[in-house]
């Protein structure tokens, strides 16, 4: 994508722009707010302005302070490293032009850590828990000892492109940091009582829709008729609004909830 052929006409040559960066040391280290005053090239991401405060961090006040620390990977939205939060709204700065949000000389552009997830230092957090979950619910297809087996089963076209869209999840976190539900948890030993998130979810009915993935279904399925299962959900819809690669999050969760209910009959009438 050609970043300076996206709305950067509109945006005011020369000018220079403040970002107002929420700060921290390291784990448990209490937060602070300084700005720097940045000239962005035309077409420049929030990532490139970063990599202009680290290569001079002097805040706008005069005043020599460390690089800020923030994580990146692809620099295309498709990692989910870079996720933050942006002026109150969680998103990808490799993807977010600072023509569109800051156009005008004296603009200002507010960075912080996602707030569900553990600060590391500054805007870099640990999504060690988003992975975790979905360990949880076996999020993969099961082809260990499969090699010998021939060609598995065959897929329509209709089925391919519906798991698609769901396949497209990057584990960039915007979706839990929108959900009132998924709550920050300090203590690494709630997580498997914690709500898994839309995120798990919508994975947890991708791997339930594919042919060899499902033969998991009943042990996904028995993790999320549990606690922090899909009964958490309370429905605020936050996660589509958020999500950057669109994905039909709500109907894979109400997809879910069905299944979940049959489950659970089956398990009434089947355990001893």
């Known amino acids: 994508m050609n970043l300076a052929s996206s709305n950067s006409i509109s945006a005011q040559p ?33 990532l490139s302005c970063l990599q202009q405060i680290a290569a001079n961090p002097v805040t706008a006040d005069g005043q020599r302070t460390t690089p800020v620390v923030w994580d990146a990977g692809c ?13 109150g709204k969680a998103r990808q700065s490799c993807s977010c032009l600072v023509d569109q949000y800051a ?4 603009d200002e552009i507010t960075l ?10 500054d805007l870099w957090v640990d999504r060690s828990r988003m992975f975790h979950n979905l360990k949880r619910v076996k ?14 089963p065959r897929e329509s076209h209709e089925q391919q492109e519906r798991r698609y869209a769901l396949s497209t999840c990057m584990t960039c976190g915007c979706c839990l940091e929108a ?3 998924f709550l920050p948890e300090a ?6 009582t914690s709500f898994v998130g839309a995120q798990v979810l919508g994975q947890a009915h991708l791997f339930n829709l594919h042919q060899t993935g499902e033969q998991l279904a009943s042990d996904r399925l028995d993790v999320l008729m549990g606690q922090g299962g899909v009964s958490d959900c309370g429905n605020s819809q936050n996660c589509v609004k958020v999500c950057p690669k669109h994905i039909p999050l709500t109907e894979s969760i109400a997809a879910l909830g069905r299944a979940v209910a049959v489950h ?6 089947t355990s001893k």
């Open 14 to 46: 020369g000018r220079t722009i403040r970002f107002r960066i929420k700060r921290c040391d390291g784990p448990g280290k209490p937060s602070y707010w300084q700005a720097f005053s940045v000239s962005p090239e035309a077409g420049a991401n929030v």
């Open 75 to 87: 620099l295309e939205e498709v990692c989910g490293a870079c996720t933050m939060v942006i002026n």
């Open 103 to 106: 156009p005008n000389d004296g």
């Open 112 to 121: 912080e850590p996602m707030s569900k997830f553990p600060v590391v230092r």
């Open 139 to 152: 999020a993969w297809v099961p082809i260990d000892g499969t090699y010998n087996l021939g060609a598995g």
């Open 179 to 181: 959900c009132p539900q």
């Open 187 to 192: 203590n690494a030993n709630k997580w498997d």
């Open 264 to 269: 659970s009959v089956k398990r009434w009438f």
